[in-house]
């Protein structure tokens, strides 16, 4: 399992199809599609209009339906975005699974100048169109997504690959192939 890691507008979903593209055999689960796909003015919709994240319990709930419709390698995508989801994939996975974290590291100025460039391209997500949600997307990031991110660094049973993605697509995703020893 190849978990994609890091705040928003750093390549999580376009790194994990590249991947994909790369290794047919893994099946990419897109955590944040799977959460836009519930229903308008369910929680969960009202929470990333918001800008905010959806509560433990509700995304391990899906993550664990999701897996367990899964056979196979997998590239997830966008989970875990906190301590208590990441303590829980480890918990539930580690003995099912070869994880190996990925974090893609990238400064806050250019997460925010990705997603107004996405935007500017057509970006149909709501949540990227408002500055003030996307700071506070970024901001959310490093109080609940950083803490799950160092914590796994330090888990023994995982392999953690910390991957500087802040410069271009072609150089960003060899770095990461090299992490993974593609």
């Not at 928003?8 to 979903?13: I, L, S």
């Not at 994939?89 to 003995?95: F, G």
């Not at 949540?127 to 609940?144: A, K, L, N, Q, S």
Request: net charge negative; aromatic share 6%.
């Amino acid at each position: 399992m190849i978990v994609m890691m890091g705040g928003p507008g750093t390549g999580k979903g376009t790194f994990s199809r590249m991947l994909r593209e790369m290794h047919p055999e893994y099946t990419h689960i897109e955590t944040g599609a799977i959460l836009r796909a519930q229903p308008d003015g369910s929680p969960i919709r009202i929470a990333i209009a918001g800008g905010n994240l959806i509560p433990d319990e509700m995304v391990c709930d899906l993550i664990a339906t999701t897996l367990a419709e899964t056979p196979g390698d997998i590239i997830l995508d966008g989970f875990p975005r906190t301590l208590i989801q990441a303590q829980w994939l480890v918990h539930n996975y580690a003995n099912k699974y070869d994880i190996h974290v990925v974090f893609l590291n990238v400064p806050d100025e250019i997460m925010e100048k990705r997603i107004s460039k996405r935007k500017r391209e057509g970006s149909t997500r709501k949540d990227d169109g408002d500055i003030d949600i996307v700071r506070h997307r970024i901001e959310t990031f490093h109080t609940t997504t950083m803490p799950a991110i160092k914590w796994l660094s330090g888990v023994g049973n995982i392999t953690f690959s910390d991957v500087d993605s802040s410069e271009h697509e072609s150089a960003n995703f060899a770095r990461i192939v090299n992490a993974l020893n593609w």
